[in-house]
């Protein structure tokens, strides 16, 4: 069985490289390169929704190297494949405080965004930026200002994944299992698949692998 609604959170990029001796600028390089070929190979299979924890709002506390290679990355990123993803017939979206971002990117991921909107085989889902109980703060604070009380789904409306539907399958690579303020809300009763894998590491096979443990669960939401 395969997950409509897949979520990655890319762990460990910095320590593969680490291992080999190289800059942690060449780990988030080739976790980019992953990156784009395990969104692919996703969307083959016939997922419709992917989303990937790009940037936490805890990342921006790194240094400003390691973030300055980070934003170079995200330019990189968008220039060379927002054409790529309207051959794809894959939308973008962006989760995530955009006013924590340079001028720059928000602008180069806000035209990504307007070039792909037509897209109808799937939506990549890029958080960067993002922060889980930053993200709820946001909705509760619109929904103060607005005044009312909400309903389950009309408090999902105000979140960065508005009307789309929650995770089935979020994977964790890098040995460490933990949700690190990803989807806090929308995971509620997503199912968990870790990897001891760093993430340039975790191949598209990797992935088949973990799709073949999902299919193997059995979703019961709390009932019998």
Request: glycine fraction near 8%.
């Amino acid at each position: 069985m395969i997950p409509r609604h897949l979520a990655v959170i890319m762990d460990g990029n910095g320590r593969w490289a680490k291992k080999r001796l190289l800059p942690r600028s060449a780990g988030h390089y080739a976790g980019m390169k992953r990156m784009i070929s395990l969104s692919e190979h996703a969307f083959e299979r016939g997922v419709e929704y992917v989303t990937l924890y790009a940037l936490s709002t805890e990342n921006l506390s790194r240094p400003k190297e390691e973030l300055d290679c980070l934003f170079d990355l995200f330019r990189k990123y968008f220039r060379e494949n927002t054409e790529r993803l309207v051959g794809q017939g894959i939308r973008l979206r962006i989760a995530g405080d955009r006013d924590l971002l340079p001028n720059d990117i928000v602008e180069i991921m806000r035209e990504g965004e307007a070039r792909t909107a037509g897209g109808k085989r799937g939506t990549l889902v890029l958080a960067i930026g993002y922060g889980g109980r930053q993200e709820l703060l946001r909705a509760v604070n619109l929904a103060v200002t607005a005044g009312k009380q909400l309903t389950e789904e009309e408090f999902s409306s105000l979140l960065y994944t508005a009307g789309m539907p929650a995770p089935d399958l979020l994977i964790r690579t890098g040995k460490e299992k933990r949700l690190s303020n990803f989807l806090l809300w929308q995971c509620a009763y997503t199912e968990f698949y870790f990897s001891d894998k760093m993430f340039p590491a975790f191949t598209n096979a990797d992935l088949d692998r973990a799709f073949e443990n999902f299919g193997e669960r059995e979703r019961r939401y709390g009932k019998v």
